[in-house]
């Protein structure tokens, strides 16, 4: 109950403060003007930038007219800062060589290849052992005759 009463009190000083506004005893708070000794206040003389005026009094409240700078030379160093320089210089013809069609999937096949090459040695270790195993031949014999079964020998090109 007493935030509704404070509610309240505030609501009437509002009200009072916008009476006295309308009223203009209270002023608000625009931008201040100046004051003559007796009490007048003087307007703010207006500036005058893009008009032109034909009245001889307001004429001296225009702004001088101002001169472009000069912008030629700015403008030419621009110019010559974007042209651009030449690139034969820093090009390696050996990265702009095409690449063989095939050299990402060699890429990515190396490490399965790797896997089964040495599924491959430890099978044909196993193939040897078991002819040495049996007797019938001796170790030169066992291995050309695995070298045989796995390709022909030498021919792994």
Do not use: C
């Not at 019938?136 to 020998?153: F, S």
């Amino acid at each position: 109950m007493a935030a509704v009463g404070t509610m309240q009190d505030a609501a009437l000083k509002r009200k009072e403060r916008l009476k006295a506004m309308r009223g203009g005893k209270l002023k608000d708070d625009g931008p201040p003007s100046k004051k003559k000794s007796d009490g007048e206040s003087v307007l703010p003389k207006p500036i005058f930038r893009s008009y032109k005026p034909t009245d001889e009094t307001l004429k001296e409240n225009q702004l001088p007219a101002v001169t472009p700078a000069e912008v030629k030379d700015h403008v030419t160093e621009q110019l010559e800062a974007s042209k651009p320089q030449p690139l034969v210089d820093e090009v390696d013809l050996l990265n702009l060589a095409p690449r063989k069609p095939d050299w990402d999937l060699k890429r990515d096949v190396a490490k399965k290849l790797e896997k089964l090459e040495r599924r491959t040695q430890r099978a044909i270790a196993e193939l040897i052992r078991e002819r040495l195993s049996m007797g019938k031949v001796d170790l030169a014999e066992a291995v050309n005759a695995t070298g045989d079964v796995n390709g022909g020998g030498d021919d792994d090109d």
